[in-house]
């Protein structure tokens, strides 16, 4: 008979995915004869993949000291957990999306389990290494007291500090920061995942020799060059743009993905173009096209963003008019129905006048319902091409103008904060359905969940998951002074990641008072990394009775039953935004999770006289939610009265079918 297994710190159980674990699973289904007695044979693993071997001694790639240690804190798994702020997050009943608080190296660890193989979108925006931002510290033999000390969480909190070029391994700490953050995101992607890095000259060079290595150099898509300001240094080479590297995790299946279905959608709407255009005129052709539109826009992906319809056929806006970089031309276009000038682009119109009244006169431009929205080109479904420029010419001042819209306050809460338009011009092209998720661990101001929330507005219901490191903000310190002092305005702690908390709430607030009807999601969970809920034995070998009584409850001193069931949902793979369940059974609550895969009682009091009801109420409805998967059961093991009691209830759930009993 199956007893009831107590869980500990150090189980598999209780900790992140341990990547070497699955490694050395997934070499043993390729090469079972390489392994005797659990051990790998290298000889014999050697002859099996032949002349692929290379064993000299010399070998081309990018090497550094400390590499090897940032390869193995990669691979160490974490025992933290991140515990839920209902209260600091917006429709935390219904959202999707996820604003975690912490060192990204741990969430990343930490997500690996619930969100590996799941991530279409990964942006990051890392720091540049100029001298003056930080590299993140790694210590992989403590990394919650190391994190608690960067952010100033405990007394000794040390400062977060830059990397200098004084410091003798400026790209060194650089390259062991990102290495093992990329190997992570990697496992975090879909086959049909790219991620995206925004980068300069300094490190773009040493930064895609790493990709290569992670990801494979066959599966690196591109650069894309972006001419984002004007440097008018006159005694240097005018640096006047930035980079956007573009990796696929497979790049064959991308576009082997992208080119049948674009070119197969493509060819439809062409189609039904032509043949809405042979029956029906005017009104009734549009009406005609949008109810076909609403039939079958789940299968138009990635063309699902042509909705509308003229005599040309089907289309879509572009913005293409309008001028990204520097100042463009400025004049009036006069909407056809109201007959008052339409509200112009920010940085002017692509074309000169001449150019723009061509286009009106052959109906190329497409229309808002009144003369406050932007003016688009119509770009026609016969047109339509699946590709990104290698050149993007975009202001980077925009970036700061976002800003203004959502703190009008006109304060300078982040430094060099990037364009949602960069954003825009590449997320949907890779973010095309209901509930793709993008994840950004470096979200900053997070720009990222703004330009999430703008392209929603279109019905579909893309995800983010935001990962920012809560960097103390110093009032004495020049350059944070204004965002410090704005904490302190608003009631919140001075760090980065209130900031960005703060623009999302104030970004979707605007998103929703603009588009009042809008059903999509503007809300996010708030996560933050802590220490395990599952208490470490830490014995005083000079009073043993007093650690043993410290230590008889196995669960952190004031973490709450809702802590204990997020840090459960993380160590078993379960979605942070699953549903769950709570009723009362015997007269102590139970939580059903993911419809019955994870079914928790963590109440005190289990005598022997309750557990008979209680098992009986946990069984019947464990039926009735009739879960696909085995389901688990947990209890706290302290929160049983006796042994006796415990064995009890374990032999009753393993009779009724239950055969995974633990205890915390």
């Known amino acids: 008979m199956t007893g009831m297994q107590k869980l500990t710190l150090n189980d598999a159980d209780t900790k992140s995915a341990d990547i070497v674990v699955n490694n050395i699973e997934a070499l043993k289904a390729l090469f079972p004869e390489a392994f005797t007695e659990g051990r790998i044979d290298f000889e014999v693993l050697k002859s099996l993949l032949g002349a692929a071997v290379d064993e000299r001694d010399e070998k081309y790639g990018l090497n550094w000291h400390g590499k090897r240690r940032a390869r193995q804190i990669a691979l160490t798994p974490s025992t933290a957990t991140l515990l839920p702020y209902p ?271 061509t286009l009106l006169a052959e109906g190329r431009i497409l229309f808002g319902d009144d003369e406050t929205k932007l003016v688009e080109l119509k770009v026609y479904a016969s047109e339509f091409q699946e590709k990104l420029s290698s050149l993007l010419e975009l202001d980077g001042r925009l970036g700061a103008y976002d800003l203004r819209e959502d703190f009008p306050e006109e304060v300078k809460v982040f430094t060099n904060p990037k364009p949602v338009r960069l954003l825009s011009s590449f997320f949907p092209f890779i973010l095309k359905s209901d509930g793709e998720i993008i994840l950004d661990f470096f979200a900053g101001s997070g720009a990222t969940g703004r330009a999430v929330y703008t392209m929603n507005v279109d019905g579909v219901r893309r995800q983010y998951i935001l990962v920012q490191l809560p960097e103390v903000l110093e009032s004495s310190d020049k350059q944070q002074k204004a965002a410090a002092e704005f904490c302190e305005r608003i009631g919140k702690a001075k760090n980065l990641a209130e900031l960005t908390k703060e623009r999302l709430r104030r970004a979707g607030r605007r998103i ?68 769950i369940e709570t009723k009362t059974v015997a007269g102590k609550a139970v939580h059903s999770i993911g419809g019955g895969a994870l079914i928790v009682c963590l109440a005190d009091g289990l005598t022997r006289d309750l557990i008979e009801p209680l098992s009986a109420g946990i069984v019947a409805w464990r039926e009735e939610l009739a879960p696909a998967v085995d389901t688990r059961v947990v209890f706290k093991d302290s929160g049983f009265a006796d042994d006796i009691a415990k064995t009890n209830m374990a032999a009753i759930l393993n009779q009724n079918g239950i055969s995974d009993v633990r205890s915390l």
């Not at 059903?519 to 933050?528: H, L, M, P, S, T």
């Not at 990394?529 to 196995?554: C, F, G, Q, V, Y």
């Open 87 to 357: 209260r600091e997050s917006v429709d935390w009943d219904t959202t999707q999306n996820l604003m975690i608080e912490g060192d990204n190296l741990e969430v990343l660890k930490l997500l690996q389990k619930s969100y590996a193989g799941k991530v279409k979108l990964i942006y990051i925006d890392p720091p540049y290494n100029t001298g003056k931002d930080f590299v993140y510290p790694d210590d992989f033999r403590d990394s919650i007291k190391n994190y608690l000390d960067l952010t100033g969480q405990v007394e000794s909190g040390r400062k977060v500090s830059s990397n200098t070029d004084a410091s003798g391994r400026f790209h060194t700490d650089w390259l062991s920061m990102m290495y093992p953050r990329l190997k992570l995101a990697r496992a975090l992607l879909r086959n049909d995942g790219v991620l995206v890095i925004s980068i300069d000259d300094r490190e773009l060079a040493n930064l895609r020799s790493i990709c290569c290595e992670i990801f494979g150099e066959e599966n690196i898509i591109g650069v894309v060059i972006w001419k984002n300001a004007t440097d008018n240094n006159p005694t240097n080479v005018a640096t006047e743009h930035e980079y956007l590297l573009f990796i696929a995790r497979s790049k064959e299946q991308i576009e082997k993905e992208w080119k049948s279905k674009s070119s197969d959608v493509k060819e439809l709407l062409i189609r039904v173009g032509n043949k809405l255009n042979e029956d029906f005129k005017g009104d009734q052709l549009i009406q005609a096209y949008e109810k076909w539109y609403r039939d079958h826009k789940n299968e138009l992906w990635p063309l699902d963003r042509y909705k509308y319809i003229d005599e040309g056929g089907i289309y879509t806006g572009s913005q293409s008019v309008h001028n990204p970089g520097k100042e463009g031309y400025r004049y009036d276009v006069l909407h056809p129905k109201t007959r008052k000038p339409c509200k112009q682009p920010l940085m002017g119109y692509r074309f000169p006048k001449e150019t723009m009244d």
């Open 512 to 579: 929703k008072d603009a588009h009042p009807l809008l059903a999509g999601d503007i809300g996010f969970r708030v996560f933050k990394l802590a220490s395990s809920n599952i208490r470490a034995w830490e014995p005083n070998t000079a009073d043993l009775e007093n650690s043993l009584l410290k230590n008889a409850e196995h669960l952190v001193q004031g973490r709450s039953d809702q802590d204990v069931l997020f840090e459960l949902l993380l160590k078993l793979g379960l979605d942070l935004c699953v549903p």
